[in-house]
Nanobody, 124 residues
Framework: QVQLVESGGGLLHAGGSLRLSCTAS????????MGWFRQAPGKEREFVAAINWGGGSTYYADSVKGRFTISRDSAKNTGYLHMNSLEPEDTAVYYC?????????????????WGQGTQVTVSS
């Protein structure tokens, strides 16, 4: 019965930074791998980043590597996506997701729990 809630989205100019948070409802979040996905209007939901349950391995889409950083704080039942050098192409609804895994962290079907999404809009 773990539930995820994203926060931290907003409207900002290109080149800016934003940190998204994903807070889990239960104390077992540390046992889940966590992923971030995003979906722009008219587009498929795409992989952004993932982190394993131990926090020792991270994975990034080529489009965000070097700009975004995924992390987690198990004591706070919270995961983060720190986004730097944002571009208009990053505009999307961002979703966090969790899975007990293991599995292919790059695909949506791996994840069993999803948040409601938070809007990120980057203006030119």
């Amino acid at each position: 019965q773990v539930q995820l809630v994203e926060s931290g989205g907003g409207l900002l100019h290109a080149g800016g930074s934003l940190r998204l948070s994903c807070t889990a409802s239960g104390p077992t979040f540390s046992k889940y791998a966590m992923g971030w996905f995003r979906q722009a209007p008219g587009k498929e939901r795409e992989f952004v980043a993932a982190i394993n349950w131990g926090g020792g391995s991270t994975y990034y889409a080529d489009s965000v590597k070097g700009r975004f950083t995924i992390s987690r704080d198990s004591a706070k039942n919270t995961g983060y996506l720190h986004m730097n050098s944002l571009e208009p192409e990053d505009t999307a609804v961002y979703y966090c997701a969790a899975t007990l895994g293991p599995g292919d962290y790059y695909v949506t079907t791996t994840y069993t729990i999803w948040g409601q999404g938070t809007q990120v809009t980057v203006s030119s």
